[in-house]
């Protein structure tokens, strides 16, 4: 490659050395991840990024990987761990001692070895990282000898740019032009002049009382530590696009930043509704849940949102968003709102074969780096879902009915109409909304089971396209029902009529075309050829308590969850274990997804079989008990529990990830069985069957009305 001695606005020359080819990330390497706006950071499991493209570690925001290593070392040799805590969710902090390595003379060179090594653990390195207005991290050194050492602190670092889908395995035909490191002061600045001729810069800035070197790619401060006195570093990491910081004010001291950070959480946990029960292993659960919630908000360029889950998928989905915040509503009713302007904000306006797009259609998937921006990839934003329109409406219908928000119905309410009409148009042929048919789609399933393999026969064969998957109907008889309701408080009452008569007339059909007689159960699916994808699947719990479904085959749909085949003691599975395609290490036909399992429990508490609720809430509650960190995974391995003393963890599974921890609040919403009345701003908890082992269960700051309720259960 010729060498360009142009500049950037930042003074770096352009650099020759390019990236190696990507591959698909290593799915079975332990990772560690905080997150905060629109900020991650994915670690290995010593708290550094190591600079191996195969497993995807760096600090990431907008869907671009602006740091792709970071590795420190003291005395050329790397830290030994110790400790590591990364609770908090936008901050960790992590212990080392020292290895041991040749103190450096005063001339700057190693001692000779007839003078001084310094022995292992001799030095307390603490890092403390947190997340605000980009990275910002303080290293504290502390010599216990009883004399002064000299050495070197070395810090390796690079960012490649690279997309989230190339740090994902995706390999471009071209990229573009990345610029040598520049130091300048105690100023580090990487840059990269994409093919969308955008500048993007990671600015490192040290805060020491040492001067900075760059050699060979590292950061290289000497340091002398005095016996027994702590020596304190800060960097600051932070990205610039064009020139340009999100936020022109420089970061703080780290103290000042992390205390920012925390009194933003505060405030959040103050306005958001609260659990607390006599069980300790809930409590965490749930104070973990409302963490990942907080942690996985962001913004989008159209509005506050949810992004779905860690790492991959950092981004505004349409249908993970809208069923996050139906999780949650009386929790927390501003996400419900935010999700709800947003998604309306980029809803579909016209026919693109290549993104999905239809007008009045809910998007799927949202990406901005610089791949969508080049349209490399269909996401920018992509709009191949069968289910977020319907789940959108339904969001708007369960919130309305929780906060008597109708100035915001107004205020959608055109989005209303789009969406109805863009539903009405997708239903026009037999009356089901269905996907797929459409060469070179972007997704070849397109509801929530959205892997390649999931929509099966019992034989093990694929359905054919177009599919009409169960759940999405269920989704549109509720979405009917909930627009109807919102329709008569906005004092339309032909509209809300005319819903009606559709909802009971989709009722009718599903009963006849999706029921299996021989099975007792739901069709997975329709496949295009109208044959029922005879598969026992989850996907029937999603149905339980809409209404869609006769009283009876309520019933058997519920005795079906819980045989043994489909219930494995930690949840119910995707998949029954009984047939061909089962297996429980895949992503849809046979693990367990916590999301899942919350339409179910609530279903199953709708029906009055609060036992069953009560069983898969227990298997749940289980399987978050058994991680280290409380918290339900996106998904695990569908194996028994009498052969397990925890589930058996998926790879490559979102940790945090937004309808998992949705799903907490989901349980303990159904076995309360909170009835708002937003007019009278109370809720009706008559029917409130909670297990016996959470014990006493007080709720405070439940928003219902414009009013705040809190409840206690049971009553003494």
Not at 209 to 229: D, F, M, W
Request: glycine share 8%; charged share 25%; net charge neutral.
């Amino acid at each position: 490659m010729t060498i360009d001695h142009s500049q950037t606005a930042a003074g770096a020359a352009v650099d020759d050395e390019m990236p190696p080819p990507y591959e698909a990330v290593n799915p079975n390497h332990p990772r560690l991840a905080i997150k905060h706006r629109k900020y991650f950071l994915l670690m290995d499991t010593e708290g550094m990024v190591p600079g191996n493209n195969k497993e995807g570690f760096g600090f990431f925001a907008d869907d671009t990987r602006w740091l792709s290593k970071w590795d420190i070392s003291l005395g050329n040799m790397p830290l030994l761990p110790l400790n590591r805590d990364v609770d908090e969710g936008f901050a960790a902090r992590f212990i080392y001692g020292n290895r041991r390595f040749d103190c450096v003379g005063n001339d700057g060179t190693a001692q000779t070895a007839d003078k001084r090594t310094v022995p292992e653990q001799t030095i307390k390195v603490e890092r403390e990282l947190v997340l605000n207005d980009g990275l910002i991290e303080r290293l504290t050194l502390t010599n216990y000898s009883q004399s002064e050492i000299r050495t070197d602190l070395s810090i390796t670092v690079g960012s490649d740019f690279a997309d989230m889908f190339e740090v994902r395995g995706a390999n471009r035909p071209k990229r573009g032009t990345s610029r040598r490191p520049i130091l300048r002061g105690n100023r580090l600045t990487l840059g990269y002049v994409g093919l969308d001729n955008t500048l993007r810069e990671t600015s490192v800035l040290v805060r020491s009382k040492s001067p900075v070197k760059l050699e060979e790619r590292a950061l290289k401060l000497p340091l002398v530590l005095k016996a027994g006195e702590p020596t304190i570093i800060e960097f600051v990491v932070r990205v610039r696009v064009n020139g340009k910081f999100d936020n022109q004010r420089s970061p703080r001291s780290f103290a000042r930043e992390i205390a920012s950070a925390r009194r933003a959480y505060d405030s959040f946990v103050a306005a958001s509704g609260s659990i607390t029960t006599e069980n300790p292993q809930f409590n965490a659960i749930f104070q973990r849940a409302l963490r990942d919630i907080y942690i996985l908000r962001q913004e989008s360029p159209r509005g506050k949102t949810i992004c779905a889950g860690v790492p991959w998928f950092a981004v505004p989905f349409g249908r993970d968003s809208a069923i996050t915040a139906l999780q949650t509503v009386p929790f927390l009713p501003e996400l419900s709102r935010d999700v709800l302007r947003v998604l309306a904000a980029y809803q579909g306006e016209k026919h693109d074969p290549v993104t999905a797009e239809e007008a009045g259609k809910i998007m799927h998937e949202l990406r901005v780096g610089e791949m969508a921006v080049l349209k490399e990839v269909a996401f920018r934003p992509y709009y191949g879902t069968v289910d977020a329109t319907q789940l959108w409406l339904m969001l708007l219908a369960e919130y309305v009915r929780w906060t008597g928000d109708v100035a915001l119905a107004r205020e959608l309410w055109p989005n209303v109409m789009r969406a109805l009409s863009f539903l009405n148009d997708a239903t026009a042929k037999d009356g089901f909304i269905r996907y797929g048919g459409v060469a070179g789609e972007a997704l070849s399933n397109q509801g929530w089971k959205d892997s390649g393999n999931s929509i099966v026969f019992k034989d093990g064969t694929l359905g054919k396209a177009p599919i009409a998957v169960c759940e999405a109907q269920g989704y549109l008889y509720s979405a009917w029902k909930g627009t109807a309701f919102v329709a008569r408080l906005l004092g339309k009452w032909s509209l809300s009529f005319r819903l009606g008569l559709k909802s009971e007339h989709l009722r009718a059909l599903f009963q006849k075309h999706f029921w299996m007689p021989s099975e007792q159960y739901v069709a997975l699916a329709l496949d295009g050829e109208n044959r029922q994808c005879d598969a026992i699947s989850s996907n029937p719990g999603h149905l339980l308590g809409s209404g869609i479904l006769t009283p009876e085959q309520e019933h058997l749909v519920a005795d079906r969850l819980m045989a043994p085949d489909m219930f494995c003691g930690w949840g119910i599975r995707t998949l029954s274990s009984s047939e061909r395609a089962y297996q429980p290490m895949d992503y849809q036909v046979g693990s367990v997804w916590p999301h899942d399992n919350g339409f179910a429990i609530e279903g199953l508490a709708k029906l009055g079989r609060n036992a069953d609720a009560h069983r898969v809430f227990e298997g749940l509650v289980g399987a978050a008990a058994a991680q280290s960190d409380w918290r339900l995974p996106e998904l695990f391995a569908g194996f028994d529990r009498s052969g397990h003393k925890e589930p058996v963890r998926y790879p490559v599974a979102c940790v945090p990830q937004a309808w998992a921890a949705g799903s907490v609040f989901q349980i303990i919403k159904a076995c309360l069985n909170m009835k708002p009345d937003a007019k009278e701003g109370s809720i009706d908890c008559a029917d409130a069957v909670l297990p016996s082992w959470l014990g006493q269960v007080v709720v405070k700051r439940i928003q219902v009305g414009g009013k705040t309720v809190d409840l206690q259960l049971p009553l003494n």
